[in-house]
Antibody, heavy 122, light 107 residues
Framework: EVQLLESGGGLVQPGGSLRLSCEGS????????MNWVRQAPGKGLEWVSG????????YYTDSVKGRFTISRDNSKNTLYLQMNSLRAEDTAVYYC???????????????WGQGTLVTVSS | DIQMTQSPSTLSASVGDRVTITCRAS??????LAWYQQKPGKAPKLLIY???SLESGVPSRFSGSGSGTEFTLTINSLQPADCATYYC?????????FGQGTKVEIK
């Protein structure tokens, strides 16, 4: 059974940093691309960042470029999102998402984690 | 960037009704479209991929169609368990843009 377990969310002040983690199990982690998708309170889904299975290709939405860094440690079956210079508008539930192939296209999310809440507020 | 527009934003129907949600892409995405169901407080769940392929374990009352820029999700014989918000997503680019969602309610 595929499982994605996120951790690392919490309350942080504007300008602060957080690192989200997502441990995958039940599948061969290093042959699947992974995404981070967020959902602000009461709002829709927004793609944030993606990484290929090897970790060699990474992608970001414009609003987080230069502030967020996606990475993965395939030896630990773990995906990360380092978030720096956080803003109030980054407040959201962040979902770890498993795609269907080693590349990030097609971007179909076959499995989602349970989500971790990030709140940016003073 | 490819924009995705869903309609309607909210839909109210009776148990047993046939329900249709439309999703339009700002440019052709071939058949690279997925549909997800999200219930309150839960992660989204994949229903349909490649516009019309039913994900394993999803009830057969759900179906998808379309190609290019126009797509539909149909729920035949709406059930109380189908109360949720439904999102389309273009999967043709790495950014995987989502539609704004359609909330389905039971009358």
């Amino acid at each position: 059974e595929v499982q994605l377990l996120e951790s690392g969310g919490g309350l942080v002040q504007p300008g602060g940093s957080l690192r989200l983690s997502c441990e995958g199990s039940g599948f061969t982690f290093n042959i699947y691309a992974m995404n981070w998708v967020r959902q602000a309170p009461g709002k829709g889904l927004e793609w944030v960042s993606g990484i290929s299975g090897s970790g060699g290709s990474t992608y970001y939405t414009d609003s987080v470029k230069g502030r967020f860094t996606i990475s993965r440690d395939n030896s630990k079956n773990t995906l990360y999102l380092q978030m720096n210079s956080l803003r109030a508008e980054d407040t959201a539930v962040y979902y770890c998402a498993k795609l269907g192939d080693i590349g990030v296209i097609p971007a179909v999310v076959f499995y989602w984690g349970q989500g971790t809440l990030v709140t940016v507020s003073s | 960037d490819i924009q995705m527009t869903q309609s309607p934003s909210t839909l109210s129907a009776s148990v047993g009704d046939r329900v249709t949600i439309t999703c339009r892409a700002s440019q052709s995405i071939s058949n690279w479209l997925a549909w997800y169901q999200q219930k309150p407080g839960k992660a989204p769940k994949l229903l349909i991929y490649k516009a019309s392929s039913l994900e394993s374990g999803v009830p057969s009352r759900f179906s998808g169609s379309g190609s290019g820029t126009e797509f539909t999700l149909t729920i035949n014989s709406l059930q109380p368990a189908d109360c949720a918000t439904y999102y389309c997503q273009q999967c043709n680019t790495y950014s995987g843009t989502f539609g704004q969602g359609t909330k389905v309610e039971i009358k």
